[in-house]
């Protein structure tokens, strides 16, 4: 069984960082080959904020939305089985509920979509609340 575990929330002020790891375990190998972030904030649907696609030998296998670009990056450990968003810069409309999720996706453009109905397995979310 996958389970995906955030961690790294917190309440920081406008202009800090924080860094959000997810955790995964259960995956077999060719299981999943797009780890993705998202967030929600209150009254919001929930939109992607990054994505790296694994298989991705040349090129760029990572996206971001607009409103982060950099500001935040995202990475993977394999040896940790862990990815991760660094946020910098941080501003009181990147409040929300912070979400990790990995999918089995048709390709790079599928992962760069980053359309959170094709990603299979989800973490429960921490919070991130920037204050001005």
């Known amino acids: 069984q996958v389970q995906l575990v955030e961690s790294g929330g917190g309440s920081v002020q406008a202009g800090g960082s924080l860094r959000l790891s997810c955790a995964v375990s259960?995956?077999?190998?060719?299981?999943?080959?797009?780890m993705g972030w998202f967030r929600q904030a209150p009254g919001k649907e929930r939109e992607g904020v990054a994505a790296i696609y694994t298989e991705e030998t040349r090129g760029t296998p990572t996206s971001y939305a607009d409103s982060v670009k950099g500001r935040f990056t995202i990475s993977q450990d394999n040896a940790k089985n862990t990815f991760y968003l660094q946020m910098n810069n941080l501003k009181p409309e990147d409040t929300a509920m912070y979400y990790c999720?990995?999918?089995?996706?048709?390709?790079?453009?599928?992962?760069?979509?980053?359309?959170?109905?094709?990603?299979?397995?989800w973490g429960q979310g921490t919070q991130v609340s920037i204050s001005s």
């Open positions: 259960g995956h077999t190998g060719g299981s999943s080959n797009c």
């Open positions: 999720a990995t999918g089995l996706l048709g390709g790079i453009l599928s992962c760069r979509s980053m359309q959170d109905r094709l990603f299979d397995d």
